[in-house]
């Protein structure tokens, strides 16, 4: 017999990603969890629904699915990039409901700063603007992107207004006000070489939460991730667990 409690993780992508960055984890994770990746509309699964707009938008559209579970347990969030900003709202509007997640965890983004924007000066991210050739030489340098895309024009005639809309969203984006410290257990993640997103920026976000767990970073750029799966999952697992949910024992 194994008992235990169960949690559900809803998990977030990158701009211009799909729920494919997240093939792999829920096989990786503890069987009694359930483990969502979340797709943004306009792609996919979700490919007949019009793209979000705003972050704003794009948020109420998860909130739709995430809002339910949450009256139900147990649950947590993580992000990457754009998808750490998804998480990062969700838990400030989830919180005042008086619903918030056990854990929250960011990835492959800087700490909130009021009145600002997330991309750091010299980045190469904020890139909504860019001729096309700029956009694929500013994507192909932070990786994660197939070369496939780049190279196929009928491909890049799919993906080229993905990505421009959802940089347009992060873009736009901006911390009005800071609600902190958000009642939540909350981790950073990144890539040791990610210059994008260097390490001190994660460990901004230890002021952002009741209980900061700390920064996890790993080998690799931006998106890190992708050739890590293993490892961050098991950290996930392990801070997950340290915020409140056991691990399962067999009786």
């Not at 340098?141 to 190279?151: K, N, Q, R």
């Amino acid at each position: 017999m194994r008992t235990g409690t169960d949690v559900c993780l809803f998990v977030f992508h990158h701009a211009g990603g799909s729920t494919s960055a997240f093939r792999e984890w829920p096989r990786l994770f503890p069987p009694e969890w359930d483990v969502r990746a979340m797709e943004a509309p306009g792609r996919g699964f979700a490919s007949r629904t019009p793209a979000a707009r705003s972050m704003d938008e794009l948020v109420e559209v998860f909130l739709r699915t995430v809002g339910p579970r949450a009256a139900e347990g147990p649950y947590a969030l993580f992000g990457h990039s754009m998808g750490s900003l998804v998480a990062y709202e969700l838990t400030k509007r989830l919180s005042a409901l008086g619903r918030p997640p056990l854990w929250l965890g960011v990835s492959g983004n800087g700490a909130p700063r009021p009145g600002q924007g997330v991309f750091a000066p010299g980045s190469g991210i904020a890139v909504g603007g860019s001729t096309d050739d700029g956009l694929r030489g500013r994507l192909a340098g932070l990786g994660g992107t197939p070369a496939g895309v780049f190279d196929d024009p009928e491909v890049w005639e799919v993906f080229e207004p993905i990505i421009r809309n959802d940089l347009r969203v992060v873009e736009s984006w901006r911390e009005e006000r800071v609600i902190s410290p958000l009642p939540v257990a909350l981790s950073a993640y990144g890539g040791t070489t990610d210059h994008a997103v260097p390490v001190e920026r994660l460990a901004g976000w230890a002021r952002h939460a009741d209980r900061f767990l700390g920064v996890r970073t790993f080998r690799g750029g931006h998106f890190y991730l992708l050739d890590e799966a293993r490892a961050v999952v098991e950290a996930i697992t392990a801070d997950i667990r340290a915020a409140g949910v056991p691990a399962v024992e067999a009786v």
